[in-house]
Nanobody, 123 residues
Framework: QVHVVESGGGLVQAGDSLRLSCAAS?????MGWFRQAPGKEREFVAA????????YYADSVKGRFVISRDNAKNTVYLQMNSLKPEDTAVYYC???????????????????WGQGTQVTVSS
């Protein structure tokens, strides 16, 4: 059983920064971040390959968010800058076994999910 655990959520003001962390047990995985706001469907945020060299971002966060990883710690990070109220959501981390350079952008591509961490951005 693969365990995926997110941390780092919280309440911040618009324009602030926040860093989320996600640790996955076992070996290295392709990882992704998704978010779900109240009354809305879960949406893709960012993804990173096992290599760390391939990343992909949703247009809504491109230029503000940065996904990175530390393979020695089996941990992925989501650095969120210039946060906006519309970034308010529960953020989920997801993992899957994958080829070294592959990046995945849809929730159906992932097999293992964390419990989510709340990010609230006040205006």
């Amino acid at each position: 059983q693969v365990h995926v655990v997110e941390s780092g959520g919280g309440l911040v003001q618009a324009g602030d920064s926040l860093r989320l962390s996600c640790a996955a047990s076992g070996s290295s995985y392709a990882m992704g971040w998704f978010r779900q706001a109240p009354g809305k469907e879960r949406e893709f945020v960012a993804a990173i390959a096992r290599s760390g060299g391939s990343t992909y971002y949703a247009d809504s966060v491109k230029g503000r968010f940065v996904i990175s990883r530390d393979n020695a710690k089996n941990t992925v990070y989501l650095q969120m800058n210039s946060l906006k109220p519309e970034d308010t959501a529960v953020y989920y981390c997801a993992a899957r076994i994958a080829p070294y350079f592959m990046v995945y952008r849809t929730s159906n591509d992932y097999d293992y999910w964390g419990q989510g961490t709340q990010v609230t951005v006040s205006s």
